[in-house]
């Protein structure tokens, strides 16, 4: 019986598995395969305009503009022309990738009005750059950053009218890339479909500040060495929600994500995690853990970064990318060192935290004196925001061209 | 200007979040949500049924069957009725939270053509156990395993004509559960799908065993303690196409995923590993990783050691479920202690394993004389089969009844 199998579903599996790895190289490979083409745009614009939603109605990524930018790829063909549509649902086959290999990795951009009325971006290519290490990192494909850059504003743009004109309100930008390729058998995607929707978003702190306290999580670690910790990937946020959750019921706002037995600080939730304290050099320093590949590259991570070499070091502030550890926080904060903690991310830019509890003992972070956040947190808010409005001019600040 | 913003949306969303919180807990809690109702199936037969493809033109997972069967759940609903339906595409918003933060788990299972022509499934409880498992780790739902398997047996059955009569081929079953929440905030999601689709495969080995040889990676780490490395999450599984792929650019066929600087031994690609050897004490044994967190639970895996627990320990076999280190295994095989290794998963059954590439240096495995295999996996995979296929009545094979 065995000799009747001539050609073996096994030998095809493994054939076409060849030809996936295959084609997957050379369309990496391939400097000369289709890139993205702005010029090859084709819009087709809705029917049915949604009307605005109040400012007050809007919240976080649940209503959104009247169109979406799409640009399919395939190995074979490289990037296909791209397409602004109506906002419309996805026609799947329940055999793509996505839906069973979490082939999935996304940003989160923001356009913002000016007090001219002018449309911003907030260093998308920072943005661009993460989103083509995510992409790289579970197979899928890479692309130009200034191309799809490009094609982000001319959507932009278009949904321009979404765009809340008050200070702190915005559009939040949400590119995706999807493996959308049919088949069960484990490769890199033949098939790929990168698209951009867009959500009216309000300001995280409509009325001031509001400092959280966090839960150090010890059941669950989030990343390590090796691992896909620093990339945009869907596969990092699925399993979050859980020991978020476990953080909530116990009245907590959001959880400090730790590492190792050292207890090393990581991230708070899906934001960076910022400490300013007197070290133990009786120097004021504010840290943030390393890039050591288990920590998200945050845009606003990043700028903070840069922000306070700026303006911190020059009034003897030490900036630091290094680990540190729940035992050294609580050290600092019962020696009266501890000044400031804070998260950092898109959605919020700043997330002042008041209190942390940590293997049953709340340390408790210094506000400024009737406030929901200390002075640093409050500062970077401010030069953010200064810079993300054009209030200041600012190389990282792009204005969309009429 | 900030006191206009009286219902705020960033207050909204903190609101919808601890909404969709609550809405988590109360499902997870609400013994009385309406579980899986297997009486209220609906069939919606295809007025259009595929011809059947002939056996040796099956690709694994390429080709699928007449129908699916979905369920779909709510917060608010518990599960929803279930239904079989034509084999259709997936309408989502491109917001729905499986594209962006990879809220996907699933299973493989497999459905024989025993000599009778009766249809046999292969311990469903264990998939079963394990789907759950995963769905709770990333907030999905849980439901009763037997009823979702009275479920799959319809199915099953409905596309019988689907399941190839040859001894090695089956009909490969695919449950998984997505989450569908319309939304960019991240927390549990309020809806998702569980669906079923099924692909007829052919034998791994259609031509008798052929054992591969295997890259040690050492610059990605599948799993970690306190991480998600032992549900069956597509998490899991984008992540390690790259390092697969690094591995077949130089020729070999799978990556071995090792773990520490000790280089304990965990999975071979996407199957779990056993290693047999002359141990220090001298004794026959036939070892693979324990479930410390960071192995999946192979049903596979468990199968072989229940197996081995009955036909090799009284034979003098000591079976572990011990950590185990490349150093290890390159010492026994330098001195003339390593017997064989294979590894283990549903699509293969057994896969034996020929040579291990570690830090540049190759540690050749044993093979029976002539063959592609070593004698302990052939026993294995011929054990297995034999119950698979009913050749020998075995609790593990279920029988569909009529």
């Avoid at 002018?118 to 083509?132: A, I």
């Avoid at 999580?217 to 990937?233: F, H, I, Y």
Wanted: net charge neutral.
């Amino acid at each position: 019986m065995l000799a009747r199998r001539l050609r073996p579903s096994a030998a095809r599996w493994s054939q076409q598995c060849s030809q996936q790895w295959a084609r997957a190289y050379s369309a990496q490979a391939a400097k000369g395969s289709p890139d993205i083409d702005p010029s090859a745009l084709t819009v087709e614009k809705t029917s049915s305009p949604k009307a605005l939603l109040d400012s007050k109605d809007l919240i976080f990524g649940r209503n959104f503009t009247d169109h979406m930018l799409s640009i399919e790829w395939t190995a074979q063909d490289g990037w296909l022309p791209p397409r602004i549509t109506p906002y419309q649902n996805l026609s799947l086959d329940p055999s793509a990738c996505v839906f069973h290999y979490a082939f999935t990795c996304f940003e989160g951009m923001k356009a913002y009005k000016d007090s001219k009325d002018r449309v911003r971006l907030f260093r998308p290519d920072r943005n661009m750059h993460r989103l083509n290490r995510s992409s790289s990192r579970i197979a899928l494909p890479t692309f130009s950053g200034e191309k799809f850059t490009e094609l982000i504003q001319k959507f932009v743009k278009m949904e321009e009218r979404f765009i809340p004109k008050q200070k702190g309100y915005s559009l939040y930008i949400r590119p995706t890339i999807i493996g959308t390729q049919n088949t069960l058998g484990i490769g890199p995607p033949g098939s790929a479909l990168l698209y951009v929707i867009a959500s009216p978003v309000g300001p995280y702190y409509p009325t001031g500040f509001k400092a959280i306290s966090l839960e150090a999580t010890e059941s669950a670690v989030r990343a390590w060495p090796g691992g896909v910790g620093d990339r945009k990937l869907g596969a990092n946020y699925a399993p979050c929600i859980v020991p978020q959750m476990d953080a909530a019921k116990r009245g907590y706002q959001q959880n400090l994500w730790l590492f190792g037995e050292e207890g090393y600080v990581t991230e708070v939730g899906t934001m960076n995690m910022f400490v300013a304290w007197v070290n133990e050099d009786g120097v004021k320093e504010l840290i943030t853990a390393p890039l050591d590949g288990t920590i998200l590259e945050g845009v606003t991570r990043e700028s903070i970064l840069e922000l306070a070499r700026e303006k911190l070091v020059p009034e003897g502030w030490k900036v630091s990318e290094q680990k540190f550890t729940m035992a050294q926080m609580k050290k600092a904060a019962d020696e009266g060192r501890l000044l400031e903690a804070f998260g950092a991310g898109t959605a919020a830019v700043v997330s002042p935290v008041k209190a942390i509890t940590w293997r049953g003992e709340e340390i408790k972070i210094p506000l400024s004196p009737g406030k929901e956040t200390g002075p640093l947190a409050e500062s970077f808010w401010n030069w953010m925001l200064a810079i993300q409005y054009g209030e200041v001019e600012h190389p990282w600040s792009k204005v969309l061209s009429e």
